[in-house]
């Protein structure tokens, strides 16, 4: 028994990634912890979504189910679980079985490459952001399998949109995420690399996110990045695949049941993975704010206490609307559940403010939060902009970002020959 | 770090390339020769895997789901597929088959006989973390004129789709 536990502790301050260490158990574990937080993080999306879409709205949202309809998502999936999962008469059986877990198994594969921190991450690739387009890139041909196996129109014709919509946008990202790579090669050795974690510390080692990088160069790769990442991942105001007052549904119109929540999850996973993708490229990924420039020990104890106080935060939230809950009798189950929440969250905070555990972290939390902000992002976007027509969604993907993705990555390269031949030169 | 390259996985993945293939030409609907195309690519990148190749492996994942992804639409947009699952298939010509298979086969057999003459008895010190660098400089460097032949010839197809696909330019 001391044994597992000096072992499971001596793992706890490894420098290395488990794939890097060739640790298969450590990597089991891995996966485990990150296929658990996708799901606990798409529960949470989804009642955050219709939590913010609805107070931007001037709505209240899920307010039954539990307090403040913390509780909807888990009813949503009871449900989900619990209905009759019907397949179409006329539909091609093992295609329209095979093709929700073809979706699933894209979402969540790429996961497998994403660096939650140096350490945090199943393994590392030297193809790591080749990896994560690619299989990323197959979820498309679930959609398409999924659209063609219900035959039926409505999903045929979603199917399609997506297909176009999937590949034309895809051109223009490879082209963004081409010129951030271009920038890790800037590096003193001077070769790039595709590695995820590697792309994170070149932009340790300029002291500059790419984002910020050749002004306003990387910042115009990062806009083309953000809104092709929306195309791809068929969201509003991208979301002609399922666009509800044309095609009912779109592609999943024909599914129900589990398999409609494997679409519904493989969504939301695929929306964590290409931000995920923006952030480790363009947004320092698991860094610090100012990792460089506020170094030294003082400000790492300051940083250290940011995953803790954010959950206090969340669990004084909670508290003070535990206060404000309605003092009638009915409402003393929801007010003691808000109260429990709390607690569990303040403990969370408690938990990460003790300093191995803050030190440790740290990353997960820096990381986490940034692609915290994406996830918002996409829901402020579906509560604001109207959908596109289909002619100006592809207008949009061929004749303004792709010239733009391929200007950008001229330029990059040029200012990078420049500034190379200028330091090689003069010393600069 | 213990190789994952073990014969098991070779074999895995050889296997559904070859049933990958042989479906491709036996499926009637052609929907699902193209799924069958698909799993017998996805299986030959991961055996440019074990081949210590990465960056190729990915360009194949990424390049053939855009590919295929084509190859779906068009089979969905021209071909009748009620008609064609009816139809007679006419990919049944076993005497030049035979005579393909054999060739194959027999070109297979001279290469496993005589392949330690032709062949380096050992593996290439290949640093599985260079490749993709190793690739560009030679892509640029070496081979830049062929590469640059090809990207012209790609250049006439895309002029030639859209002189072919619009009537008034």
Not at chain 1, 257 to 276: H, N, T
Not at chain 2, 7 to 13: C, D, E, S
Not at chain 2, 159 to 166: L, R, T
Request: neutral net charge; proline residues 4%.
């Amino acid at each position: 028994m001391h044994e597992i536990i000096q072992y499971i502790l001596s793992y706890l301050t490894s420098d290395k990634t488990p794939g890097a260490a060739g640790n298969m158990f450590w990597a089991l574990v891995y996966i485990m912890l990150v296929f658990a937080g996708l799901s606990v993080a798409v529960i949470a999306m989804n009642w955050l979504e219709r939590k913010i879409l609805a107070h931007m709205q001037v709505r209240l949202g899920p307010m039954r189910v539990g307090p403040h309809g913390l509780l909807q998502p888990i009813a949503d999936a009871i449900k989900l679980l619990l209905k009759e999962d019907i397949m179409p008469a006329e539909a091609d059986g093992f295609i329209f079985w095979v093709a929700p877990f073809l979706v699933v198994l894209a979402a969540f594969t790429v996961f497998v490459v994403v660096p939650f921190g140096p350490t945090h991450a199943v393994t590392d690739m030297n193809i790591g952001i080749l990896f994560m387009l690619g299989v990323s890139s197959l979820s498309v041909l679930g959609i398409v399998m999924a659209g063609w196996a219900s035959n039926s129109h409505y999903p045929l014709i979603g199917a399609l949109r997506s297909s176009a919509q999937m590949v034309s946008y895809e051109v223009a990202m490879g082209l963004a995420v081409v010129s951030a790579i271009l920038m890790t090669s800037l590096n003193a050795e001077g070769t790039g690399t595709l590695s995820m974690i590697g792309i994170v510390q070149a932009q340790m080692a300029q002291g500059e996110w790419f984002i910020f990088k050749f002004f306003p160069l990387g910042l115009i790769a990062f806009f083309i990045f953000a809104v092709s990442m929306v195309a791809e991942t068929n969201r509003a105001p991208f979301d002609l695949a399922e666009a509800e007052s044309e095609l009912t549904a779109g592609f999943h119109t024909e599914y129900s049941g589990f398999r409609w929540s494997l679409f519904f999850l493989a969504e939301y996973s695929a929306m964590i993975a290409v931000s995920s993708i923006a952030v480790t490229l363009w947004l320092g990924g698991w860094l610090r704010p100012f990792p460089n420039w506020l170094s030294g020990g003082t400000w790492d104890q300051i940083f250290n206490f940011f995953p803790g106080v954010t959950f206090l935060f969340f669990a004084a939230l909670c508290f003070f609307n535990t206060v404000r809950m309605p003092k009638h009798p009915l409402f003393r189950v929801q007010t003691i559940g808000l109260a429990g929440f709390g607690v569990v969250l303040g403990l969370i905070g408690l938990v990460l403010l003790y300093p191995p555990v803050s030190f440790r972290i740290q990353d997960i939390f820096w990381f986490s939060a940034k692609v915290t902000g994406f996830m918002y992002l996409y829901i402020w976007y579906r509560g604001t902009f109207p959908r596109y027509r289909f002619d100006q969604l592809m207008q949009i993907g061929w004749k303004v970002l792709l010239p733009l993705g391929l200007g950008v990555l001229m330029l990059t390269a040029s200012v990078a020959l420049i500034q190379e031949y200028l330091i090689k030169t003069w010393h600069l | 770090m213990a190789p994952v390259a073990t014969p098991f996985f070779f074999y895995l993945f050889a296997a559904i390339m070859v049933v990958g293939g042989i479906m491709v030409i036996t499926r009637k609907n052609p929907v699902h020769s193209a799924l069958a195309l698909i799993a017998a690519l996805l299986a030959q990148s991961s055996i440019y895997l074990m081949l210590y190749a990465p960056f190729v492996a990915g360009v194949q994942v990424i390049l053939y789901a855009g590919g295929i992804m084509v190859l779906f639409l068009f089979v969905i947009m021209l071909v009748s597929i009620d008609r064609s699952v009816r139809e007679r298939q006419f990919n049944s010509q076993w005497v030049a088959g035979i005579i393909a298979g054999m060739t194959l086969g027999g070109l297979f057999i001279g290469v496993y006989a005589k392949g330690k003459d032709i062949f380096p008895d050992h593996a290439m010190p290949i640093i599985e973390s260079d490749n993709t660098q190793k690739i560009g400089t030679m892509l640029y460097g070496q081979y830049m004129f062929s590469f640059e032949i090809a990207s012209l010839l790609l250049l006439v197809a895309i002029i030639g789709a859209v002189v072919m696909a619009k009537k008034k330019i």
